[in-house]
Structure formats: structure tokens, C-alpha cells
């Protein structure tokens, strides 16, 4: 056998024990949970198909075309059912998938090849002036994950995963984890116009932090904001608490717009773990440039080279005071992404992702979305950091003097403002009227595993809604100081706050 040959029949074997240990891992999965569950989508039996006169308020609304809206409410249930698939030997059979009420929240289990689990090793920065601590040695383990419930397309799916994040990551044991499909599906069930390898299992599923600064992202008009659903995660039969299943930061038909061309990079504390970045003249030493989209290898990279040339003339522009700057960057995004960090009151100006992207090269760079929300609402009755600290461009260019940034802003708020607060509060209504009790069992059930602070859905929307009202009424009254567009001052809010 000569050494091609001989490497086929190696690759053959491999092929043949990997199908072989996926139809393995698909019977444990089928019979690794016990009946009675403590999670209560577990529990609840399967819907019927509903007749062809049912309504969306009594039924769950059949599978018969994608969403029109990518940027739907994001736990707006669109159960739908999977093509059916026929067992074979290079297609494991799939578990019965079923669909649970909207009341119900998803279930994800998920068993790797020998029982093993995704590790990291933390990792100190080189400098003791750099941002904290950060992961390396994450390498991806390989299994099965089988996913059922509302609002997510049940079925079940080769995949790999491992350890993400920074912060999120570091010395909690409740890890966050990038999941990679073998093959492109889409797990919120909305088509496979939307199907996609990478997903992203957050470990910020026992608060409302995540949740609501993706509906505030949505509310203030971010161009792409990632859908979500709260769901509950079992691991090699280690029940893992409630997580956040959503989309990761990428180039993607119905993810980030960006083309031949564009880049997505990153304002990142975290840039001494990067092979990619570069830094420009202006820039604090605790931040670099890293890249998203497209990989970088080395700094020699074309990619790198022309984003550094646009980004060190706006850097430059802006710390001058220089209007040219309008020239080359999005005004309306980079304030409606200000707004929203405003608005969720964040503290943390530097570890809270901070993503640009430019939809082709000769795009204006924009800014978006918005991602890590932990150190929201720990500011109140004033602006968030990332408005007003010297590190990062903001507080520039509204001390410019043409005022032209200051009015932007402005023209948003006077859009915006007066139904931003009720549509928010609609938002939290709907949420607590179809997940509440779904959400408190699990965030039982987390505080059991884990030992995490438990409070009630309802608690934690009452908190949140008074210290957005708050936080709304403040802004309005600072705005109507600022200088705004045409003299045009901001009306009284619509409010949801009771």
C-alpha cells in the first residue's frame, strides 16, 4: 500500500470510529436523564401540531418560513420543526425532537468524546499597567450536543467547544464556551439563510444584564445586535445552570454586514494576547487594535496596514479636535453606541468589548454592536465612563469645537427618547409574562449548583426599570443643556416606570 493509499485508509478508520462513537454519545444523551428532571422543560410534554386556525396567543406559531426580522425580540419564540432525517450510518440518528410551551425555557446537553471537559490555564499580563488577567490553553474538545425546546431548532449536532472569554472566564468554575458546528446550522430555528458553525454559551444567564443590553442595543438602533436565548445546559450529565445561548461577534450573512474588503476589529484591553494588532500614536498603552474579521497572522498583514492608516488619522484627528475626522467615521453609530453605554449606566470603559467594523474598505468606520455588559448600572446620574475618559475617543469629540458630534448625539436622543423608556419596559413585561417562571426555577437551580445569588425576575425587572427611569430622566435633563440640533429641546419621556 503506498502512502497515499495508506493515509485514505487511516482517514477512513477515523471517519468510520467517529460515527460510530456519535451514535454512541446519541443513546447516552437519549437515556442519560432520569424522569422527573429538575428542569422543568424536561417536564413539560410535547405540543401537538396546533390546527391551521390557531393563534400565536394559544399556539406556538408554525415553522414555515424564517423571520423577517433578525433583530426580533430575542427570546420571541419561533419554535420550529427540524427536516426530517433519515438514520444511517453517515447520519446518527437524532433524539425525538420536541417542543415545549413558550413558558418553558431550552434544554442543551452536551457529552464529549472520553468524558473530558474544555480547561484553561489563566494568564497575567506582561506588565502590571496592562488589563487583569486572561485565559490561554483552551483547546477545543470534541462531542455531541443535542438541543430541544422553544424557540430553538431541536436536533442534534457534531460539534466541538471550549473555554472563552476573559474575566468571564478567569478563576470561575462556571465556565463560558465557543461552540463550533461541523456543519453550519441554525439553532434559533429561523432558516438556514442563518445557519452558522459559531455559536457562544454565556455563563451570564442568572441576571438580566446581557438580556437587557441587547434590547437597549436594539432599541437605540445598532445595526447588528445577536440574538439570544436563555437556556439551561447539561454536561456530560453535569447539570450546568442557566446560560445565554447566543451568536459571537462575526462576518455573517445575517450577523455583522461586512463584505470583500471590510474588517471587524476591536478597541481591546486584551491586545498583549493577540498575534494581530497594532497600536496608533494616541493610543493609552493599557489598549490596542485587534482584529475579528478577517484572521490575522502577523502584523505585516495587509488588513493590519490599512486599518492602522485609517485609525491612527482618526485617532490623531480627534485628539487634535479636527472636524476632517466626520470624514471618516459613522457619526450616527458611534453615538448610538455612546448612548446605549449611557443609558445601562457601564463602569468598566476598557474591558467592556469595544468593536468598529467597516463594511467594505472604503466604508467610514462604525462602531458596533455592543457586547459584555457585567459592570452595567453600577454608575447612576451621570455618564458612563467610556463617555468621559481620557483613554477613549468620546469625551474628545464632544469637546469638539464645531459641535458637530455633541448635535448627532442630540438628533438620536430627540428621536429616541420619547418612547425609549416604554418600549424598554414593554420589553421586560413580555419577558416576565412568557419566561418568568421558567427563568426563577432555573436561577434556583443555578444557585443550587453554584452557589449564585438568587433574586426573582420580577425582583430584578422592578430594580432594573427604576434605575432606567432614573437614568433616562437624568440624561434628559443633561441633553437639554447640551447643544441639540435646530434648538430643538427634548420632550418628557414616555415612561414605564410604575
Same mark, same amino acid.
Given at each position: 500500500m503506498n502512502v497515499l493509499n495508506e493515509k485514505k485508509h487511516i482517514d477512513g478508520r477515523k471517519i468510520w470510529m467517529r460515527r460510530i462513537f456519535a451514535a454512541a454519545l446519541l443513546i447516552s444523551i437519549s437515556v442519560s436523564m432520569p424522569p422527573g428532571s429538575v428542569y422543568a422543560a424536561e417536564q413539560a410534554p410535547a405540543v401537538q401540531t396546533p390546527p391551521a386556525n390557531a393563534t400565536p396567543a394559544t399556539q406556538?406559531?408554525?415553522?414555515?418560513?424564517?423571520a423577517q426580522n433578525p433583530a426580533a425580540s430575542a427570546n420571541a419564540a419561533t419554535a420550529t420543526q427540524p427536516a426530517a432525517a433519515t438514520p444511517s450510518a453517515q447520519t446518527p440518528a437524532a433524539p425525538p425532537a420536541t417542543q415545549q410551551p413558550l413558558t418553558e425555557l431550552p434544554v442543551i446537553r452536551i457529552i464529549t468524546e472520553d468524558q473530558k471537559m474544555p480547561t484553561c490555564t489563566k494568564l497575567l499580563p506582561p506588565e502590571e499597567d496592562l488589563a487583569g488577567a486572561t485565559i490561554t490553553g483552551?483547546?477545543?474538545?470534541?462531542?455531541?450536543?443535542?438541543?430541544?425546546?422553544?424557540?430553538?431548532?431541536? #436536533? %442534534?449536532?457534531?460539534?466541538?467547544?471550549?473555554?472563552?472569554?476573559?474575566?468571564?472566564? /478567569?478563576?470561575? =468554575?462556571?465556565? +463560558?464556551?465557543?461552540i463550533k458546528l461541523s456543519e453550519a446550522a441554525d439553532l434559533f430555528g429561523r432558516g438556514t439563510a442563518y445557519a452558522e458553525k459559531e455559536w457562544v454559551l454565556?455563563?451570564? #444567564? %442568572?441576571?438580566?444584564?446581557?438580556?437587557?443590553?441587547?434590547?437597549?442595543?436594539?432599541? /437605540?438602533?445598532? =445595526?447588528?445586535? +445577536?440574538e439570544m436565548r436563555f437556556v439551561t445546559v447539561e454536561i456530560n450529565g453535569d447539570r450546568r445552570g442557566l446560560y445565554i445561548l447566543t451568536e459571537p461577534v462575526q462576518k455573517g450573512n445575517h450577523r455583522?454586514?461586512?463584505?470583500?474588503?471590510?474588517?471587524?476589529?476591536?478597541?481591546?484591553?486584551?491586545?498583549?494576547?493577540?498575534?494581530?494588532?497594532?497600536?496608533?500614536?494616541?493610543?493609552?498603552?493599557?489598549?490596542?487594535?485587534?482584529?475579528?474579521?478577517?484572521?490575522?497572522?502577523?502584523?505585516?498583514?495587509?488588513?493590519v496596514l490599512r486599518t492602522k492608516s485609517v485609525m491612527?488619522?482618526?485617532?490623531?484627528?480627534?485628539?487634535?479636535?479636527?472636524?476632517?475626522?466626520?470624514?471618516?467615521?459613522?457619526?450616527?453609530?458611534?453615538?448610538?453606541?455612546?448612548?446605549?453605554?449611557?443609558?445601562?449606566?457601564?463602569?468598566?470603559?476598557?474591558?467592556?468589548?469595544?468593536?468598529?467594523?467597516?463594511?467594505?474598505?472604503?466604508?467610514?468606520?462604525?462602531?458596533?454592536?455592543?457586547?459584555?455588559?457585567?459592570?452595567?448600572?453600577?454608575?447612576?446620574?451621570?455618564?458612563?465612563?467610556?463617555?468621559?475618559?481620557?483613554?477613549?475617543?468620546?469625551?474628545?469629540?464632544?469637546?469638539?469645537?464645531?459641535?458637530?458630534?455633541?448635535?448627532?448625539?442630540?438628533?438620536?436622543?430627540i428621536e429616541l427618547m420619547p418612547t425609549l423608556e416604554a418600549a424598554l419596559s414593554a420589553k421586560m413585561a413580555a419577558l416576565q409574562a412568557t419566561q418568568g417562571s421558567a427563568i426563577d426555577r432555573a436561577r434556583t437551580q443555578?444557585?443550587?449548583?453554584?452557589?449564585?445569588?438568587?433574586?426573582?425576575?420580577?425582583?430584578?425587572?422592578?430594580?432594573?426599570?427604576?434605575?432606567?427611569?432614573?437614568?433616562?430622566?437624568?440624561?434628559?435633563?443633561?441633553?437639554?443643556?447640551?447643544?441639540?440640533p435646530a434648538g430643538a429641546e427634548p420632550q418628557p419621556p414616555v415612561s414605564g416606570h410604575e
Open positions: 406556538p406559531a408554525a415553522a414555515t418560513a424564517p483552551n483547546d477545543y474538545v470534541s462531542g455531541v450536543m443535542a438541543i430541544s425546546g422553544a424557540g430553538v431548532q431541536a #436536533g %442534534t449536532y457534531a460539534m466541538k467547544f471550549k473555554v472563552r472569554g476573559n474575566t468571564s472566564a /478567569v478563576d470561575k =468554575e462556571k465556565k +463560558p464556551y465557543k454565556l455563563n451570564s #444567564g %442568572t441576571n438580566l444584564k446581557t438580556w437587557l443590553g441587547f434590547e437597549v442595543s436594539r432599541v /437605540v438602533g445598532m =445595526e447588528w445586535v +445577536p455583522m454586514p461586512v463584505s470583500g474588503g471590510g474588517v471587524i476589529f476591536e478597541d481591546d484591553a486584551y491586545w498583549w494576547n493577540e498575534d494581530g494588532y497594532f497600536k496608533t500614536s494616541t493610543q493609552p498603552k493599557i489598549l490596542g487594535y485587534t482584529f475579528k474579521y478577517p484572521e490575522v497572522g502577523s502584523c505585516g498583514d495587509s488588513a491612527e488619522s482618526i485617532d490623531r484627528q480627534i485628539a487634535l479636535g479636527r472636524s476632517g475626522v466626520y470624514q471618516s467615521i459613522d457619526t450616527s453609530s458611534w453615538a448610538r453606541w455612546i448612548m446605549a453605554r449611557d443609558l445601562l449606566g457601564q463602569e468598566d470603559p476598557y474591558g467592556s468589548n469595544i468593536y468598529f467594523y467597516r463594511k467594505s474598505g472604503s466604508d467610514k468606520v462604525r462602531m458596533g454592536p455592543l457586547w459584555d455588559f457585567d459592570s452595567s448600572f453600577i454608575v447612576k446620574k451621570d455618564w458612563s465612563k467610556a463617555h468621559v475618559v481620557e483613554g477613549l475617543p468620546f469625551c474628545k469629540l464632544f469637546a469638539m469645537p464645531d459641535g458637530k458630534f455633541t448635535a448627532e448625539y442630540g438628533r438620536v436622543w443555578d444557585q443550587q449548583r453554584w452557589g449564585s445569588n438568587r433574586v426573582s425576575l420580577a425582583d430584578e425587572i422592578r430594580t432594573d426599570k427604576a434605575l432606567l427611569h432614573d437614568q433616562i430622566v437624568w440624561m434628559n435633563g443633561e441633553i437639554s443643556r447640551m447643544i441639540i
